[in-house]
């Protein structure tokens, strides 16, 4: 079984800063893949980034960057330069690799850009 | 480039009555995943198929059903609708020869049932 734990409910940031999002997970499985995505007030779900449980180096895209510590079971996320267009709710989640299965999700963090 | 399509985006039903919802996954994906979003929760996984084969199942209720077809699209069918099942329901495709098999997740369908 997998589990993916957020524990920051809602963040307001500053526009222009830097923010961490949390996420520690569990699993059994050893090969796994973490993801993160965006929620916006609308709806949709936007894959952001991914990071392989064999993956020596920090997954990065563009602005995002993930903060992989696999012996402490974190995959936060890193928010450079936050714009307005940030704000939305942001749901870490995992699965095991090459298999066709489940996301499990976390609660999800609400993250407010603020003026 | 293409994106995952979900019919019809929002759908407001009457209690006892069926709804199907449809998913055209990002063409060349090969998996096709159901999810079940409430209000103010995560999202919770209901069904996958992979080749048109049912390969996962979730917390899915008995009244509920879903297929994938020849052409890859995929329809989850609710029948005898309840209050709890308002929800926003997302599609997701995934092509699994990709490292970690990332899922990209259509609009969703918004069901409101009354």
């Known amino acids: 079984a997998q589990k993916i734990t957020q524990t920051q409910p809602g963040m307001f940031v500053q526009e222009k800063e830097a923010v961490t999002l949390d996420c520690t997970y569990d699993?059994?499985?050893?090969?796994?893949?973490l993801f993160w995505y965006k929620q916006p007030s609308s709806g949709e779900m936007i894959f952001l980034i991914y990071?392989?449980?064999?993956?020596?180096q920090n997954a990065t895209e563009g602005r995002y960057s993930l903060n992989f510590q696999k012996a402490r079971k974190s995959a936060n996320l890193v928010i450079s330069a936050s714009q307005l267009g940030d704000s939305a709710m942001y749901f870490c989640?995992?699965?095991?690799?090459?298999?066709?299965?489940?996301?499990?999700f976390g609660t999800g963090t609400r993250l407010q850009v603020t003026l | 480039a293409a994106g995952v399509i979900q019919s019809p985006r929002h759908l407001i039903k009457e209690k006892r009555e069926t709804a199907t919802l449809k998913c055209y996954p990002i063409?060349?994906?090969?998996?096709v995943y159901w999810y079940q979003q409430g209000p103010g929760q995560d999202p919770q996984f209901l069904i996958s198929?992979?080749?048109?084969?049912?390969?996962d199942k979730g917390s899915i209720p008995d009244r509920f059903s879903a297929q994938q077809f020849s052409d890859y699209h995929s329809e989850l069918n609710m029948s005898s609708l309840e209050l709890g099942d308002s929800a926003l329901y997302f599609c997701?495709?995934?092509?699994?020869?990709?490292?970690?098999?990332?899922?990209?997740f259509g609009p969703g369908t918004r069901l409101t049932v009354l």
């Open positions: 699993t059994s499985d050893q090969s796994y893949g």
């Open positions: 989640a995992m699965s095991p690799t090459g298999t066709a299965s489940k996301l499990t």
């Open positions: 997701a495709s995934s092509f699994l020869e990709t490292p970690y098999n990332e899922q990209f």
């Open positions: 063409p060349r994906h090969d998996t």
């Open positions: 198929f992979y080749e048109k084969m049912q390969s």
């Open positions: 990071q392989g449980s064999y993956d020596e």
